[in-house]
């Protein structure tokens, strides 16, 4: 028998890492899927039963879907679509908004033109879009540096709207001193302009969409009126889960990274000292406190209770929602209406739908 124990313990080993937290098959022994990037439909499928999901819970988590308004729900484990589902006439092919999750692609961005040499994040706003780009003194303006704007402390007005017109960007604390959601973070597109001599759309479509197979009908919408400057992105809903299942990788799409791992590591963790819950405009779940958009509260605890403490998240107006979880080799995408009446990046409905999804696997 004492012969046969070190192999008796190998198999124990073995199996009992077979699984992961949640109690089903681990996904770290299966290789991680890329769609091809030829414009085709194609896209490796996991069933629920291959998971060793509990299949009972598809049908609570649907009905509360729809209930929410939602218009599209994916769930990619290992780059894999477990779950695919469109609701109340949205399909495949239909555009929708990214809203403030698009945000993410503009940090994302960002990154790209700082490994190819053309910024530098920590480099003032000023030096690359001019002086005069807000309405405060010069001496304040050229304390914000790009990575404010990423990390949302760049000390302007948040109350005043979202017009991001020089008349609008207010004083109200120094940069690095106050975190506070602002749209403001929209002149990093005109820094990469600027600094790339190109558009925003021909530079985010060469150096991200067309590298990740993005589909080619997605488009920036640029606001007008109380929205002047702002941009927000429109794509099918398999577009927003291949730039999820890019995060996921560390910005890494196959064999080609897109942005440097060193920078998106940097995007997806606490990126300032007053909301540890946010990165590089990326929400980051499972810290000790949060500040939510349009206030100066700290909140105790995670942002999302049931939900896994290593996700981080691309949440936008209306529950425009990315889920990236580093652990489970999973993202989850949802796209739609306002959950409940009109919800900010951040609502009630993160928490009950993460119940809704650790039943598929608890």
Not at 1 to 12: A, D, H, N, T, W
Not at 148 to 164: A, E, R
Not at 221 to 238: D, E, I, P, Q
Not at 311 to 328: E, R, S, T
């Amino acid at each position: 028998m004492r012969r046969y124990f070190p192999l008796l313990l190998l198999l124990f080993f073995v199996l009992g890492c077979s699984k992961n937290d949640c109690g089903c098959d681990s996904p770290s022994i299966e290789s991680m899927y890329f769609p091809p990037n030829d414009g085709s439909s194609t896209w490796e499928t996991k069933s629920i039963s291959e998971l060793g999901w509990n299949a009972n819970a598809v049908q609570p988590l649907l009905d509360y879907l729809q209930l929410k308004n939602s218009k599209s729900f994916i769930i990619l484990v290992n780059g894999r679509i477990v779950m695919e589902n469109y609701f109340n006439g949205h399909t495949a092919t239909t555009l929708w908004k990214w809203n403030s999750a698009g945000k993410t692609l503009t940090s994302t961005i960002t990154g790209i033109a700082e490994q190819e040499g053309l910024i530098n994040i920590n480099n003032k706003v000023s030096d690359y879009i001019g002086t005069g780009w807000t309405s405060i003194p010069i001496e304040k303006e050229n304390l914000i540096t790009c990575k404010n704007l990423l990390s949302m402390n760049s000390g302007l007005d948040d109350t005043l709207g979202d017009d991001v017109s020089p008349s609008n960007l207010q004083y109200v604390a120094d940069a690095g001193t106050r975190w506070a959601y602002h749209n403001v973070y929209v002149k990093l597109q005109d820094v990469v302009e600027q600094a790339s001599g190109q558009s925003w759309n021909n530079y985010f479509n060469s150096k991200l969409r067309d590298k990740i197979g993005m589909d080619t009908s997605g488009f920036w919408y640029v606001g007008t009126g109380a929205n002047l400057g702002l941009k927000v992105y429109f794509s099918t809903t398999r577009s927003m889960a291949r730039f999820g299942l890019l995060a996921l990788n560390n910005g890494k799409w196959n064999e080609n990274q897109i942005i440097n791992s060193s920078y998106f590591n940097s995007a997806t963790t606490t990126s300032q000292t007053i909301n540890q819950s946010y990165g590089y405009l990326w929400w980051l779940n499972g810290k000790s406190s949060y500040h939510l958009p349009q206030s100066q509260y700290q909140f105790n605890g995670s942002i999302i209770p049931h939900g896994p403490t290593d996700m981080f998240m691309a949440l936008g107006k209306d529950d425009q929602k990315i889920y990236v979880i580093p652990n489970q080799k999973m993202v989850v995408i949802r796209m739609g209406d306002a959950a409940d009446a009109s919800n900010m990046a951040l609502s009630d409905f993160d928490d009950m739908l993460w119940q809704k999804i650790n039943a598929l696997y608890q």
